[in-house]
């Protein structure tokens, strides 16, 4: 993803977490490497993330459940397992 990209999910990210957007304070030390990461992850797990709407709006949705949940052994919501796993299958299951 572009660093555009990552930009376009950070503003998403702090929209869902009630953050002003101004507020940098967590960017460089929570924020943005929790995005990076889940980038990573899901490419780890076949998902190769694009520079799409859906696929930005899908890092945000990732990332800002697993920040909310960091400290519960819960499994992320059904929504978006569902929506993790229709993304992979898009591209074929994460073959080439």
């Given amino acids: 993803m572009t660093s555009e990209s990552i930009a ?3 503003a998403i990210v702090k929209t869902r977490l009630n953050r002003l957007q101004g507020d940098t304070s967590l960017d460089e030390t929570a924020l943005l490497p929790r995005l990076n990461g889940a980038v990573l992850t ?3 797990n076949g998902i190769d993330l694009q520079d799409t709407v859906d696929d930005v709006v899908l890092l945000a949705d990732y990332v800002v459940d697993r920040y909310q949940n960091r400290d519960q052994p ?3 919501p059904q929504w978006l397992r569902r929506l993790r796993r229709e993304r992979f299958l898009h591209t074929g299951g994460g073959g080439a």
């Fill in 74 to 76: 819960d499994e992320m």
């Fill in 42 to 44: 899901l490419k780890k």
């Fill in 8 to 10: 376009s999910a950070l």
